[in-house]
Structure formats: C-alpha cells, structure tokens
C-alpha cells in the first residue's frame, strides 16, 4: 500500500468562507483564487485514499500569513488525524514571522500529533529563508519535538502557474546550509534542486532533504523520476500527489506505468516515506 507524502485537507468552513479569505490571506489568494481549485475535507481525503490504495496520507496546511489562520486550520488537521490514527499524518502551518506566538503554535502542534510543518510558502508568507535571527528559534524547536519541515518549491525557469511563487534551489540550498541536520521535504522535485547535488557540496548540505514528486506531471517528463533518483538517490524521493489538485489514482498510476525497477518504486511509494516519519 502507497504513502502520499503531499496531499492537502480544509476543514469545511474553508469552503464556506471562500470569498472573505480570499480577502485577508495572500496564501489562500496565492493558491485558491481559481474558482475550480477544489478543496478537500479529511473524509473526502480518505475516501480518495480508499478508492487509489493509499494507506497513509500526510496531510499539509498551507502556509497562512495570518497567525490565526494558521491556528484555526491546525486545530482541524489534529482533531482528523486523531479520528484516523492510521491513516492521516498532520504537516501543521506556522507564520514565523508571528514570533514566539509560532513557536508556541509548534509546540502545540507537536503535542497535538502533528509530524511536520508545512507546506511553508516563505515567499507569500514574507520571510526570507536566509534569515537566521528568525529562523534558528523555530528550527531548534522544531528539532527538539523531532518535526520535519516541507517547503513548497518551485522552478527558476519555464512557464507560470497559480502559486508558483519564487522559491528557487538557490533559497533552499541558503536554508539546508544553515539547518543541515533538520529534516527537509522540498516539494515539487525542490524547483530542480537535485541537478546540483552533483556538485560534493551541494550533496553534503543535502543530507537530509527529501524530494516529493507533487503535480510532477503537470511540471516535467515522466524521465523526472529515474533522473533524479539517479542523481540523489532512491531513498530521497517521496511519492506525493498534490490531491485535491491532481487525483492520487491518476498520480499513483502514473507512477506505476513508469517501468522502474520493483525496489525502487516500493521505496518511492511508500518505503521512503515511512523509514521519515518513524525516525525521531
Ligand atoms: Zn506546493
């Protein structure tokens, strides 16, 4: 059974409050403006699961820039994943920029169930992934709680697309510099980071970043997937859909029409994503 390492869930008021959050959050705007961007709640999330033989989804926030935002939509993220222990692993949202009210949030997250935080979206959020003053408090007390951050990536090249924003390979090489030792998600094939970890250096800083393939097909060729697990190694690529954006069957299916090796797809579908989430 498969593990989807990206997958998005709202709780329903999300749905009700379309228009005023499209008013007072730059993520929601950034991501939700097309009225077709559907959003999903925990009990269509596991249906969908049902439906593709997807074991364990995690299940991410999205990077809010209102605090409270962040706030409200983790509490519903904890309270699903305790009604599906089994199934949900909650990626809860913080704003650093919200100071120790974040690092509290964390906390509280931790405490709560959540695995991670993300999907982070430093660029809508206002912050820099180079700041250290800001960021080093919530690393080291994301590290304390064992808490894997992922970060939405993107392309420095190519065409445009709702929520692409600007976070490069560049940014995230700054951020996996400062915290190599923290566990990092970069999504989206990390914007095309894995390219430079041919460079001794760049793989060094790398150690402990992870890739998820979320809305691959809607990025690059399917030759993405036995090029980067060439370049970074099988055991750093997590099979993630995107869902509600793209459905996990046709993301599942995708990836098993592939022809890769039975090792290596057992790893990406599943095996990588639960070696990361038991490690503490
Ligand atoms: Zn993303």
Known sequence: MAVDFHTHLFPPWVQERHSELLKRDATFVALYSDPKASLATAEELIESMDRAGVEKSV????????HALCVETNDYLLEAAARYPHRL?????????????????????AKGGARGLGELRPDVQGYSLKDEALLTPLVSEAMRWGLIFLIHASEPVGHHYPG???????????FC?????????AAHWGGGLPF?????????????????????????????YSLVTSL?????????SDYPLISQAEALGR??????EKEIEDLLLGGNARRLLEKR
């Open 59 to 66: 299940a991410l926030n999205i990077g809010w820039v209102e």
């Open 89 to 109: 692993v909650p990626f809860c949202a913080v704003q650093p920029r919200a100071g120790e009210a974040a690092i509290n949030e964390l906390a509280r997250c």
């Open 164 to 174: 692409k924003g600007t976070i490069t390979p560049d940014q995230l090489y700054a």
């Open 177 to 185: 510099r400062l915290y190599p030792d923290l566990p990092l998600v």
């Open 196 to 224: 430079y970890s041919l460079m001794p250096e760049v793989a060094q800083a790398l150690k402990n970043v992870y890739f998820d393939t979320a809305a691959s097909h809607l990025l690059y060729r399917p030759q993405i």
């Open 232 to 240: 970074v190694g099988p055991d750093k690529v997590l099979f993630g």
């Open 255 to 260: 990836v098993r029409e592939l022809g890769l």
